[in-house]
């Protein structure tokens, strides 16, 4: 494995520098630092042969799309909100482990017309009957990550298409899990991974595609954005939405979990802009973790105020801040950010650098040709030259719907626009474990001394001949955005 080769050529390079300074470091021994996640490298190493390639792959058209969702909160509820939009979706039945929840989903699906959905609420395994259920299509799952593989997983086995929220997997067994159950049912399984269909970033993958950039050598990408009230915010489990996550399950990843725990809204992107998959790969990651400088502080001001938060006395949280490097296959390299714990201003960063120009997004949208920023004038010219047809499409109109500024309804658009088309999704299941895998790589890298550690190839080798995914509609952009029967509220602009 190239990681055994790495620290073959750190050891001789340790003996060459001994030997050059007379022995002055003799007495001094060269220790692999113990991993806390030795699974980890097992899991990496796995051998696996690709039993069919889902990159590229259409499933049989789906005329009417009949949906179930699992999870009714923040992210969920706003998802029954925009689905119900779509042309050609049903939604069947809505799950969720508090009843508060299933009922305010099934309340607005009344207000507006729909037919009532089935439901299902009260323990923490009953969206299992909800998936067996036999007239539903895809599964959408809006949970605690935890919850993310098992029930992807479960969908695809029952022979539903599942489309599951960011991040897809939080262990490189469960990546392997979800690439082996899709490759055998040849069920999709897409990550919602929404920043891809943000407008600045289809603008310029666009850009990236016809050359502007000219060879892109270097992408940035991030999530900082500051959640530590939100995180300690305690939840009412009688309400469907209240701001908070439920039975604190963020803060728990935080308090047992160091590393880059939320990478794919910045690298879902730039993998996008770099074919990641579809002609180069991630190889390997090293990270790197500041302290924590600011959990434990709010811990102990909670602790000292109210019993509730007695369970949290003295954990140990994650480092506020996180930078992953990544080299892929073809030498190219990303950076990943990653902090909710401190103040600044909201940034996904969206940096693509290529030999004659780069794109930048936070904290202005800017575009460089050569050594110059373009002024105004010309980026307006350049943005309808490139802006891509799915947003001339229905971009007006998902401002309009909502959901982060609409870019969550595009996705949920499109998605169901390739079911109903038999059209090959953008994410596929070799996107989302590979964009999430990121984490528990981070995480070893990080327990390691930032050493390096080698990215699993799910694709096993196809990366070499899979083509880019299209984003022009050349084909499909067939469904309608409805026209709801009585006026409703805008979709909430859900914080995840």
């Known amino acids: 494995m190239k990681t055994n080769r790495r620290n073959f050529l750190r050891s001789a390079a340790f003996a060459g520098a001994g030997a050059m300074t007379g022995g002055l470091i003799q007495g001094c021994t060269h ?9 980890i490298i097992a899991a990496a190493k796995k051998k696996h ?28 509820s706003g998802a029954v909100q925009r689905l119900s939009r779509i042309e050609g979706v049903e939604i069947k039945a809505l799950a969720d482990l508090r009843e508060a929840a299933v009922k ?64 897809l997997i939080r262990t490189i067994d469960e990546a392997w ?30 850009m990236a595609r016809q050359g502007l950039f000219g060879d892109i050598i270097h992408c940035e990408g991030a999530y900082i954005h500051n959640l530590l009230e939100m995180n ?42 770099l074919n990641i998959n579809r002609g180069d790969r991630m190889d390997y990651l090293t990270s790197m973790s500041t302290d924590d400088f600011t959990m434990f502080l709010k811990e102990q001001e909670l602790v000292a105020e109210d019993v509730f938060y007695q369970p949290w006395k003295d954990a140990n949280f994650r480092g506020n801040f996180n930078t992953t490097l990544i080299r892929t296959a073809l030498g190219k390299t ?4 990653h ?28 575009i460089a040709i050569e050594e110059e920023w373009i002024n105004a004038d010309q980026m307006k010219e350049m943005t309808e030259k490139y802006t891509p047809e799915i947003i001339k499409r229905i971009g007006e109109m998902a401002k309009k719907v909502g959901g982060h500024g609409g870019m969550d309804f595009i996705m949920d658009w499109r998605l169901i626009d390739c079911l109903r088309n038999g059209l090959p999704l953008d994410q596929d299941v070799y996107d989302g474990v590979a964009w999430s895998a990121v984490a528990p790589l981070s995480e070893w890298s990080v327990a390691n001394r930032s050493q390096s550690i080698d990215i699993p190839d799910f694709t096993c080798g196809a990366w070499k001949t899979n083509l880019p995914h299209g984003i022009n509609l050349e ?4 469904t309608q955005v409805l026209e709801l029967k009585r006026a409703t509220e805008n979709v909430q602009l859900n914080v995840k």
């Open 339 to 366: 902090d909710v714990s401190s103040a600044q201003p909201y940034s996904r960063i969206h940096l693509v650098k290529g030999v004659k120009g780069m794109a930048v997004k936070y904290p202005q949208q800017r």
């Open 49 to 76: 042969s690709q039993r069919f390639n889902m990159s590229g792959y259409a499933a049989p058209p789906l005329p009417v799309v009949r949906v179930g969702l699992i999870g009714l909160g923040d992210r969920g």
């Open 31 to 39: 220790e692999e630092p113990q991993s806390n996640l030795p699974e």
């Open 475 to 478: 084909t499909g952009g067939t």
């Open 177 to 206: 899990l979800l690439v082996e159950t899709s490759e055998r049912t040849k069920k999709h399984c897409m990550m919602l991974e929404n920043c891809c269909y943000d407008f600045f970033e289809l603008l310029t993958l666009n």
């Open 104 to 167: 305010g989903s099934q309340r607005y699906l009344e207000r507006i017309g729909r037919e009532p959905a089935k439901e299902f609420y009260g323990d923490e395994v009953i969206w299992k009957k909800m998936v067996e259920l036999p007239d539903l299509d895809l599964i959408y799952i809006c949970t605690p990550w935890v919850w993310h593989a098992p029930m992807a997983a479960y969908a695809m086995e029952n022979g539903k298409h599942a489309a599951c929220e960011v991040p």
């Open 232 to 273: 300690f915010k305690k939840p009412d489990d009688n309400r469907q939405s209240d701001g908070a996550y439920t039975g604190m399950w963020r803060l728990k990843e935080n308090a047992t979990r160091n590393g880059s725990l939320y990478p794919t809204h910045g690298l879902g992107p730039v993998a996008q802009v």
């Open 334 to 337: 990303i950076k990943i950010q």
